[in-house]
């Protein structure tokens, strides 16, 4: 037998209206009015005065806030905002502990304050405390996404080994296993000229950072320079080297901008410098007891080379005769790769987004100048080394030197050493395998690693968490 349902209840009726019963109303929450302090990432200086806003403030609005105190409300600039947390006390990470987590050292505001500070459970503020929020800018220049492959280059009849853009960004080098170089005008996505010279694998090549030379190596063991406008080679090889070539690194051009001298490191482990004027070695660095993996030539004074080999060990000389400055052994195995905070200043020298061109040596040693001690203003020139020990290691070597420093080797930089000894600022963990890459930001405010482990991780640049 069929259950049956009890019949619906009759709807009470007022004046002949069905009454409906009202439903509660959900109190809203009001959220708090927080006091926040916005301080410039780069100084620590503040941004203005401190100032009373709502805790639910979105972070588009907390951007349009930095801008106005900026100034530059006409002109807006996108920011990354973040709270720092207080340091807890750890112990010092071994060897064996390359995997533990480390704290985080600060929160993010990516949605509102409320959200992702006062409602954090790592957060310990309130609303009663004066919130100092760090304002990072997040780009300086308009840049495309790469949306699409715009194009495609064929000529190479052999893999690319190397590939480096030109200081303006115009034209773009490769050297391949076919044994030459080729030029690619990146503007009309042609090519442009090919360099055949080598007897052996283009290894690698470098521009000069006024873009009036190219310099390649090969696995012949020679050097040689081109003229990349006419797409020919400027005299015979450099030879010296009894081995491939590995590294290539140029003189600064705000250092010497009339005739900047080239280094190249070789598997034969020696570091040659030479003049590309009469294509003679001025000096050979001979320290290193296996292969000299990479050279970089910083900024530092009147020049700073950087070299690191698979003897493990980093070396810093004075590039004003080759004296050896530092001798760095904290890795455990070879050293395969380094990046400077300033590579991509040294590398484009005096051209920038403006695209105006120097017309003399001084009008173009002044611009790379400008360029250089604008990214040193607030933190100097850092190093980062990447080794197939699976770390890597953030280096300040010359903490109170500027490119106006005549001496890098003063007594001011001594405070680089903690008991007479330099030891790194950080030591980057988390890479399950070797290290092949490190590369700065153009700012020098990221760095970003790659290795064997297929994966890339992005630190900070200056205190490398």
Same mark, same amino acid.
């Given at each position: @037998?069929?259950?049956?349902?009890?019949?619906?209840?009759?709807?009470?009726?007022?004046?002949?209206?069905?009454?409906?019963?009202?439903?509660?109303?959900?109190? !809203?929450?009001? $959220?708090?009015?927080?006091?926040?302090?916005?301080?410039? *990432?780069?100084?620590?200086?503040? /941004?203005?005065? $401190?100032?009373?806003?709502?805790?639910?403030?979105?972070?588009?609005?907390?951007?349009? /806030?930095?801008?106005?105190?900026?100034?530059?409300?006409?002109?807006?600039?996108?920011?990354?905002? %973040?709270?720092?947390?207080?340091?807890?006390?750890?112990?010092?990470?071994?060897?064996?502990?390359?995997?533990?987590?480390?704290?985080?050292?600060?929160?993010?505001?990516?949605?509102?304050?409320?959200?992702?500070?006062?409602?954090?459970?790592?957060?310990?503020?309130?609303? *009663?405390?004066?919130?100092? #929020? %760090?304002?990072?800018?997040?780009?300086?220049?308009?840049?495309?996404?790469?949306? &699409?492959?715009?194009?495609?280059?064929?000529?190479?009849?052999?893999?690319?080994?190397?590939?480096?853009?030109?200081?303006?960004?115009?034209?773009?080098?490769?050297?391949?296993?076919?044994?030459?170089?080729?030029?690619?005008?990146?503007?009309?996505?042609?090519?442009?000229?090919? /360099?055949?010279?080598?007897?052996?694998?283009?290894?690698?090549?470098?521009?000069?950072?006024? *873009?009036?030379?190219?310099?390649?190596?090969?696995?012949?063991?020679?050097?040689?320079?081109?003229?990349?406008?006419?797409?020919?080679?400027?005299?015979?090889? @450099?030879?010296?080297?009894?081995?491939?070539?590995?590294?290539?690194?140029? *003189?600064?051009?705000? #250092?010497?901008?009339?005739?900047?001298?080239?280094?190249?490191?070789?598997?034969?482990?020696?570091?040659?410098?030479?003049?590309?004027?009469?294509? =003679?070695?001025?000096?050979?660095?001979?320290?290193?007891?296996?292969?000299?993996?990479?050279?970089?030539?910083?900024?530092?004074?009147?020049? !700073?080379?950087?070299?690191?080999?698979?003897?493990?060990?980093?070396?810093?000389?004075?590039?004003?005769?080759?004296?050896?400055?530092?001798?760095?052994?904290?890795?455990?195995?070879?050293?395969?790769?380094?990046?400077?905070?300033?590579?991509?200043?040294?590398?484009?020298?005096?051209?920038?987004?403006?695209?105006?061109?120097?017309?003399?040596?001084?009008?173009?040693?002044?611009?790379?100048?400008? =360029?250089?001690?604008?990214?040193?203003?607030?933190?100097?020139?850092?190093?980062?080394?990447?080794?197939?020990?699976?770390?890597?290691?953030?280096?300040?070597?010359?903490?109170?030197?500027?490119?106006?420093?005549?001496?890098?080797?003063?007594?001011?930089?001594?405070?680089?050493?903690?008991?007479?000894?330099?030891?790194?600022?950080?030591?980057? /963990?988390?890479?399950?395998?070797?290290?092949?890459?490190?590369?700065?930001?153009?700012?020098?405010?990221?760095?970003?690693?790659?290795?064997?482990?297929?994966?890339? &991780?992005?630190?900070?640049?200056?205190?490398?968490?």
């Amino acid at each position: @037998m069929a259950t049956l349902l009890p019949p619906p209840k009759r709807v009470k009726l007022t004046h002949g209206t069905a009454q409906i019963p009202e439903k509660p109303v959900e109190p !809203v929450e009001v $959220a708090p009015t927080i006091v926040v302090q916005f301080v410039n *990432e780069d100084d620590g200086q503040p /941004l203005g005065p $401190a100032v009373s806003l709502p805790a639910d403030l979105a972070r588009e609005g907390l951007e349009g /806030l930095v801008n106005n105190l900026k100034g530059s409300a006409d002109d807006p600039v996108p920011f990354a905002f %973040h709270v720092p947390l207080p340091s807890p006390d750890q112990p010092n990470l071994s060897a064996d502990d390359q995997t533990t987590k480390p704290a985080p050292t600060r929160l993010a505001v990516t949605t509102n304050i409320l959200a992702d500070v006062l409602k954090n459970p790592l957060s310990t503020y309130t609303t *009663e405390d004066v919130l100092a #929020i %760090h304002c990072t800018p997040q780009s300086i220049f308009r840049v495309r996404p790469a949306t &699409r492959c715009s194009s495609t280059l064929t000529g190479h009849s052999s893999p690319i080994l190397c590939a480096s853009f030109s200081p303006t960004g115009r034209l773009m080098a490769t050297g391949s296993g076919d044994m030459t170089c080729r030029l690619w005008n990146l503007d009309s996505e042609t090519p442009w000229a090919t /360099l055949a010279g080598h007897k052996g694998w283009v290894l690698c090549v470098e521009w000069e950072a006024r *873009e009036r030379l190219l310099a390649t190596g090969g696995h012949d063991g020679h050097v040689r320079l081109w003229d990349p406008v006419k797409g020919v080679a400027i005299g015979d090889a @450099m030879k010296g080297h009894t081995k491939w070539i590995t590294s290539l690194a140029w *003189e600064p051009i705000h #250092i010497n901008p009339k005739n900047p001298r080239l280094a190249s490191s070789s598997k034969d482990g020696t570091v040659r410098v030479w003049d590309p004027t009469n294509r =003679r070695m001025e000096y050979a660095l001979t320290g290193h007891t296996a292969a000299v993996n990479v050279v970089r030539w910083g900024g530092v004074g009147k020049g !700073v080379l950087y070299t690191a080999g698979s003897d493990r060990i980093i070396r810093v000389w004075d590039a004003d005769g080759g004296k050896l400055l530092y001798t760095l052994k904290d890795h455990a195995h070879w050293v395969t790769t380094l990046a400077l905070s300033t590579d991509f200043v040294l590398r484009t020298g005096p051209f920038d987004h403006t695209g105006k061109k120097p017309s003399s040596d001084e009008e173009a040693q002044a611009m790379a100048l400008n =360029r250089y001690t604008e990214i040193t203003k607030s933190h100097p020139e850092v190093m980062i080394s990447g080794s197939d020990d699976h770390t890597l290691f953030l280096w300040n070597l010359f903490p109170t030197s500027r490119a106006s420093s005549s001496d890098p080797t003063s007594a001011a930089n001594e405070s680089a050493k903690v008991n007479g000894k330099v030891k790194p600022v950080a030591r980057l /963990l988390g890479h399950q395998s070797q290290v092949s890459h490190v590369a700065f930001s153009p700012d020098g405010r990221w760095a970003a690693s790659a290795g064997f482990d297929r994966s890339i &991780r992005i630190w900070e640049g200056r205190t490398g968490k």
